[in-house]
């Protein structure tokens, strides 16, 4: 059983009296353990398949199977369940909690699982110090600079252990550099603890980290191919 | 799954990172709690008042004053004209089946002289039955009885106030003071009433067998005449029917014709008193119900502040539905920050309208009542303000679809 299976994903967003089609007719699957970047330009539904993809948004029509659970047919509060356990998300923007330290961002998803407040208090730490972060637990995100604030994301998208990360855009804001140490931070997750990593990306530099690259244009995938090393 | 005990950290972090603000939106609720409850105890306060009024004057009273009598013309007040007699009240005791107890009394100031002190007091000739009437009890000795009424024996039963005038700290009982010059023999001490409902010193009294007072005080060219007549109804269900009873026997024995007006009159001071006491209750009522308002506004200034927090942490509650709360996940953090709010509002409130009623009555003089019904149920109150105006705001927040509240900027 594929970890990602999508059939015939079909999106349509409805503006006033205008049907949008975000998405059309995507099949693909996505095993345990790849590195997948999406590319393509802006418009081009990458953002809308994250999203589903995310358990954020629901397809309009098609089937998304999650280790094969049909997640169209979950309701809010499943899907936030699946959000919790199953999928670590990272964001172009960070997403941090504001006036909040890191630790006690790192500890959020586990607030919504029902964890003890030890355990809570010892994965966090464990899982800053898999990002590099050790010392740093009781800075406030205005304390770090935008590579730590996105190890914190990371984190925090690794804390319960999900199989899959959704990266939309990680190194977006971030330097050349910067960018380079969080992708090699992304590498060394698939490379060391198996998790399938799934980004969005504009720069083929980034891309270039990943191993297998799909392109998205007009909602349609035009070319899915591993990358060449 | 929902995890109170972290839902409540959420709560709590999100209000202390917004201290300036989470006090300004508690101070409404300190304000409507804590008005509240002064506003109840002073109302309470003056209920009571009236209801200590009541019970020192006696319960199911009736005083029946003489009539007033007209000299050219000029009608006088009540009681200048002097028509009740002995003969009235022992009429009224035989032939009244709703009166209990009747104690006739005549009386009028006299100088009082024990050893080197002297006092000026009232002195009131009555029969035994008066400490039945007025429900009064005796802190020491024994009451005068029928025999002293009918031999005339020179006897005094003395209020707490006269006691502390004339004999200080010493035992009265047995001992003897010069009313006008007569010598009576102190035989026992009257329990200390407190003030009247006129703001009078009830305790400033001296009682002495009525006959006595007639003979050696008192006496007028009327012999048997008494001042006023001391009425104790069977219950207060019979106070009416006392009312008609006595009406219509003093009619028959002062002979008055059918157009005629009455030459005295029943007052039913139960019945006043307990006018006053109910119309204190509805200020009470009224005073709550205003404070009320205050409160209720409180709880608006809650869902105000809860709206605009709500909208201010949009991406929060984003962010926070992406790694997974669920529906109730954010509706309870919400609901808890506007009880946490509210009850911390309230329980400041407390000690704010506690203080206020303290405040109140050492100042202004008011008896003030804090009574904790209404410390528990503007306590209550506040709560569910709290969870009544939190929950729109929380109701609002969990419904934002998350990929938009990620995007809000």
């Known amino acids: ?229 | 799954m929902i995890n109170i005990p972290s839902t409540f950290k959420i709560s709590f972090r999100a209000l202390r990172v917004n201290k300036m603000r989470s006090a300004l939106t508690m101070l409404g609720i300190i304000i409507g709690v804590g008005a509240v409850i002064a506003m109840v105890a002073v109302g309470a306060g003056a209920s009571r008042q009236i209801a200590a009024q009541i019970s020192s004057m006696g319960s199911n009273l009736l005083i029946i004053l003489p009539g007033a009598t007209t000299a050219g013309g000029v009608r006088m007040g009540a009681g200048t004209q002097s028509t009740l007699t002995m003969g009235d009240a022992e009429a009224i005791q035989k032939e009244c089946p709703a009166v209990a107890f009747v104690a006739p009394t005549l009386g009028g100031v006299a100088q009082v002289v024990s050893g080197h002190l002297n006092w000026s007091t009232g002195v009131s000739g009555t029969t035994a039955d008066m400490l039945e009437v007025r429900d009064w009890d005796l802190t020491a000795g024994r009451p005068f009885t029928q025999q002293d009424v009918m031999s005339a024996t020179k006897v005094a039963l003395l209020g707490q106030t006269v006691v502390d005038s004339l004999f200080g700290d010493q035992d009265p009982v047995g001992q003897t003071i010069r009313i006008k010059n007569v010598p009576f023999t102190v035989i026992g001490v009257l329990a200390p009433k407190g003030q009247s409902a006129q703001g009078q010193d009830q305790d400033d009294t001296i009682l002495i067998p009525v006959t006595t007072a007639q003979k050696k005080l008192f006496g007028t060219q009327f012999p048997g005449m008494v001042r006023i007549i001391m009425v104790k109804a069977k219950s207060a269900e019979d106070l009416p029917a006392a009312e008609k009873q006595i009406t219509e026997l003093l009619r028959q024995r002062h002979r008055i014709g059918q157009k005629q007006d009455n030459d005295f009159t029943v007052r039913n001071l139960t019945q006043l008193m307990q006018a006053r006491e109910e119309s204190t209750k509805v200020m009470t009522l009224l005073l709550g119900a205003i404070a009320s308002v205050s409160l209720l506004v409180g709880g608006i200034g809650i869902m105000n502040i809860m709206l605009v927090s709500v909208t201010e942490r949009t991406r929060e509650i984003g962010i926070r539905m992406a790694i997974g709360a669920k529906t109730w996940d954010i509706r309870l953090q919400f609901i808890i920050e506007a009880i946490t709010l509210s009850l911390i509002g309230g329980i400041i409130g407390i000690f704010v309208g506690v203080a206020a009623s303290l405040a109140l009555s050492s100042v202004s003089g008011w008896p003030t009542v804090i009574s904790p019904l209404s410390i528990l149920l503007s306590f209550g109150f506040s709560g569910m303000v709290g969870i009544f105006f939190g929950f729109y705001p929380a109701y609002k927040a969990s419904l934002l679809n998350p990929i938009d509240a990620l995007r809000y900027e």
Not at chain 1, 200 to 215: G, L, N, P, Q, Y
């Open chain 1, 1 to 229: 059983m594929a970890l990602i299976e999508v059939q015939q994903l079909r999106k349509v967003y409805r503006l006033g009296d205008i049907d949008l089609t975000a998405l059309e007719n995507v099949s693909v699957t996505v095993e345990r353990g790849e590195f997948v970047a999406v590319m393509g330009p802006s418009g081009s539904g990458k953002s809308t398949f994250m999203n589903i993809l995310g358990c954020l948004d629901k397809p309009t029509g098609g089937r998304y199977l999650l280790e094969g659970i049909d997640v169209g047919r979950l309701d809010r509060d499943e899907l936030a369940g699946i959000r919790n356990k199953k999928i670590g998300f990272v964001f172009q923007g960070f997403n941090l909690l504001p006036r909040t330290s890191a630790l006690e961002n790192v500890e959020l998803p586990m607030l919504y699982n029902g964890l003890p407040a030890g355990d809570r208090y010892e994965r966090a730490r464990a899982a800053l110090k898999n990002v590099g972060l050790e010392g740093r637990e009781d800075h406030h995100p205005n304390q770090l600079s935008g590579g730590q604030q996105q190890r914190v994301a990371i984190a925090r998208a690794l804390v319960n252990d999900a199989p899959i990360i959704l990266a939309d855009e990680p190194t977006g804001n971030l330097d050349t550099k910067t960018s380079a140490e969080i992708m090699e931070l992304f590498t060394a997750l698939n490379d060391e603890k198996h998790i399938t990593i799934i980004l969005v990306t504009h720069e083929s530099d980034i891309a270039a980290f990943s191993k297998r690259t799909m392109r998205f244009l007009d909602g349609r995938i035009v070319s899915d191919e591993a990358v060449k090393k």
